[in-house]
Structure formats: C-alpha cells, structure tokens
C-alpha cells in the first residue's frame, strides 16, 4: 500500500496509526494510514484518489490526507486526526528530510 502511495503521490510522509501502530489489532482491525503531502484541491478528492489506488487490496483501510503545515499544528491538537497519529504513530515512509523513517514512535 505505501509504496503504492509513495510511487502515485510523492507524500512527505505515511504514518500508520491506530490499533496497528500500538499492537493492539484484532482479526477485523482496519488498517490506518495518514498521509502528509502537499497537493492541489482538497484533501478529501486526494483521499478519495488515494482509497481508489489501493481499491484492489483486500485489507480494510481509512485513509487520511493532511498537507504538512495542518499536520505540524493539528499534532498537538487533542481530539484532532493528527493527535495520534503523531503520538502513537509509526512513520512507514518519509521523504529523504522529512523525517526519521525507522518506524519509531513520533510522540515525545
């Protein structure tokens, strides 16, 4: 699925968040994904862009989409997406200085 995104969009970042990102999943866990990238028009018609991509992939995912100036502020947000995404979050891929791609928690 990253690579899909990474190959189509060119994010600055994937983040896996949610059940999967703590270890916590069960059978019928979705998998969730956000993604920071600079895009034209609203995130929502890139969601939908990137949902139709990975449409063939029989995993149950959301995809979310957020430009890197949102995410920096909405991280520190609580009740906001990117709160835990940020805290509990594993980067699964960011571009070459954006980040450390280890897969390490983001939160402090």
Same mark, same amino acid.
């Given at each position: 699925?990253?690579?899909?995104? /990474?190959?189509? !969009?060119?994010?600055? #970042?994937?983040?896996? !968040? =949610? %059940?999967? $990102?703590? +270890?916590?999943?069960?059978?019928?866990?979705?998998?969730?994904?956000?993604?920071?990238?600079?895009?034209? =028009?609203? %995130? @929502?018609?890139?969601?939908? $862009?990137?949902? #139709?991509?990975?449409?063939?992939?029989?995993?149950? #995912?959301?995809?979310? /989409?957020? *430009?890197?100036?949102? !995410?920096?502020?909405?991280?520190? &947000? &609580?009740? *906001?997406?990117?709160?835990? $995404?940020?805290?509990? =979050? #594993?980067?699964?891929?960011? @571009?070459?200085?954006? =980040?450390?791609? %280890? +897969?390490?928690?983001? +939160?402090?």
């Amino acid at each position: 699925m990253v690579a899909r995104i /990474v190959k189509h !969009f060119n994010p600055e #970042k994937v983040i896996l !968040f =949610g %059940s999967r $990102a703590r +270890g916590d999943a069960g059978p019928d866990s979705d998998v969730d994904l956000l993604v920071v990238m600079r895009h034209e =028009g609203n %995130s @929502r018609e890139v969601r939908l $862009a990137i949902r #139709k991509l990975l449409a063939d992939i029989p995993i149950a #995912k959301d995809v979310f /989409v957020t *430009t890197p100036e949102e !995410f920096a502020w909405r991280q520190r &947000v &609580v009740g *906001t997406l990117e709160h835990p $995404a940020a805290e509990e =979050g #594993k980067v699964l891929y960011a @571009r070459p200085g954006e =980040g450390d791609p %280890s +897969g390490q928690r983001m +939160g402090h």
